[in-house]
C-alpha cells in the first residue's frame, strides 16, 4: 500500500474513531451538538467507509477526494463556529465527560488536517492519464 492509499485508510480509522467518542453511537455528543447524534455519527461512519472504498482507485476519482475534502472543510468549519460560540464551555464539558471534552477541543483538527490531504490528491491527479500509445 502506497502512503496516499494509506492516507485513505488513516481517514476511515480517523471518522471510526466516533464510535469511541460517541461511547458507541449512545448519544452523548449529539447533547452537546445535534450534528453528532446518533444518525450523525452513522454518517460520519460512512463517509469513512467511502475514503476506504477510495484508498486503492483515487488517482481514478480526483473529483470524489475534492468531495472528501469539501466534506471536512464542512466538519472543520462547523467545529471552528462551535468552539466561537461554546468553547467557553469547554472545561465544563470535560469535567463532566472527558471523552466528550476532548473530542469537542479537537475534533476539527483532524477534518482541516484530512481536508488538505484530500484536496492535494484531488489536485495532484486532476488530470487524466494518457494512454500509452507507442508501440
Not at 455528543?29 to 486503492?56: E, H, Q, T
Not at 480526483?62 to 472528501?68: H, Q, R, S
Not at 472543520?76 to 471523552?99: S, T
Not at 477541543?105 to 484536496?119: A, E, H, P, Q, R
Request: proline letters at 4%.
Amino acid at each position: 500500500m502506497n502512503r496516499v492509499a494509506l492516507g485513505f485508510v488513516l481517514a476511515m480509522a480517523y471518522n471510526s474513531s466516533i464510535l469511541i467518542f460517541s461511547k458507541g453511537l449512545s448519544g452523548n455528543l449529539g447533547a452537546i451538538d445535534p450534528l453528532f447524534s446518533p444518525n450523525g455519527c452513522i454518517g460520519v461512519l460512512l463517509w469513512g467507509l467511502a475514503y476506504l472504498a477510495l484508498a486503492r482507485s483515487y488517482a481514478d476519482a480526483p473529483a470524489v477526494a475534492l468531495v472528501f475534502a469539501v466534506e471536512k472543510l464542512f466538519y472543520g468549519c462547523h467545529w471552528l463556529l462551535w468552539l466561537k460560540d461554546h468553547g467557553g464551555q469547554l472545561a465544563e464539558i470535560r469535567a463532566a465527560d472527558p471523552l466528550a471534552g476532548f473530542f469537542y477541543s479537537t475534533y476539527g483538527s483532524g477534518d482541516l488536517v484530512f481536508m488538505v490531504f484530500f484536496g492535494w490528491v484531488a489536485w495532484q491527479h486532476r488530470h487524466p492519464k494518457q494512454p500509452n500509445t507507442s508501440s
